[in-house]
């Protein structure tokens, strides 16, 4: 096994995964391999040849090792595993993978690979998780500062760098716009210019911001992207999409449209991105389609469908 990690984690981090190598030793041979920037990290994946590669870390880590891949035409034929270090660990969440580190690790060894999904835009970029728009995006760009102030405070693994998010979203709830944007799902108008909109969320995985199920259909395994369009302009309507957004229910509401998709296109006013926690823009057009089965991730084993158990015999 390849296990990639971020140069720059502290000791804490370091401890933790000290323990998660341990259980992977006891299974064959690991390398370790700490990284801080794209140049390394391609020089390590040169070196990969067909091992597993452990991804030690958050969302913004998976995201950068995958993106290397996708950028050297390598990710088809690979094997990730991850073992979630971060703050949100949202990819983890939506997809069964244990937030304690040791049970990730004992995850890696009894898991299956697993065909799931990509995003990419019409810039070539990738999205392993999810990508939105509008206030989300304005929450996570002030949220941010919160995130990196707060990521060294904690006790045991209590980390308050999780509330980055939220209090970017509570800043946000003060004075946050709207959008005039167009949407279009698989080339179908499914939100014009005349209809403001808060935000649009376009999950390949249902989490952002440490846990909250911005999409929460959304499956990495099923083909599609699952679209979430809030219409909440209005001060009243906007407090209202986010209580019920704590509860996992905002797309009970009228002014909250959900579908699934392909192709989604987002054209119109000048909007910011968070894409897998990044943020990036201003754009006014973009292109977002579903790449099914890019890459294989080791995932839980799944449940065996009824009815196809075999017996034991006589």
């Known amino acids: 096994m390849l296990v990639i990690t971020n140069a720059d984690a502290g000791p804490a981090d370091e401890e933790t995964l000290e323990a998660a190598l341990d259980i992977l030793r006891k299974a064959g041979s690991v390398e370790v391999a700490a990284t801080s920037n794209p140049g390394e990290l391609d020089g390590v994946l040169h070196r990969a040849g067909s091992r597993l590669i452990v ?28 073992l979630p270090m971060g703050t949100g660990n949202d990819f983890a969440r939506g997809n069964d993978i244990p937030l304690d ?31 939105h728009v509008g206030v989300g995006a304005q929450a996570s760009r002030k949220g941010h500062r919160w995130k990196e102030r707060l990521h060294g405070v904690g006790v045991g693994k209590v980390n308050l760098g999780k509330l980055g998010y939220p209090i970017g979203a509570m800043l946000s709830a003060f004075a946050p716009p709207h959008w005039r944007l167009r949407v279009e799902l698989d080339g179908k108008v499914v939100n014009d210019l005349n209809q403001p909109v808060l935000m649009v969320s376009i999950g390949n995985g249902g989490n952002v911001g440490g846990g909250t199920e911005l999409n929460p259909d959304a499956d990495t395994e099923d083909g599609v992207l699952d679209v979430m369009i809030s219409r ?35 054209s119109g006013e000048e909007f910011w991105m968070s894409a897998d926690g990044e ?9 977002w ?19 196809t158990e075999r017996g034991g015999g006589d």
């Open 55 to 82: 991804v030690a870390g958050g969302d913004g880590s998976l995201h950068a090792v995958v993106a290397a891949l996708h950028r050297r035409n390598e990710l088809k034929a690979r094997t990730l595993a991850l």
């Open 279 to 287: 943020i990036s823009g201003p754009e006014r057009n973009r292109t």
């Open 232 to 266: 909440a302009a209005g001060v009243g309507a906007r407090f209202g999409f986010v209580a019920r957004l704590r509860k996992g229910e905002h797309e009970q509401r009228e002014d909250v449209f959900s579908s699934r998709g392909r192709t989604v296109t987002v």
């Open 289 to 307: 389609r579903v790449e099914p089965a890019a890459y294989a991730m080791v995932l839980p084993r799944p449940e065996p469908v009824a009815g």
């Open 101 to 131: 580190t040791c049970e990730a690790a004992r995850l890696v060894l009894r898991g299956s690979p697993r065909p799931v999904d990509l995003i990419v835009d019409d810039t070539g970029s990738v999205v392993v998780n999810n990508v």
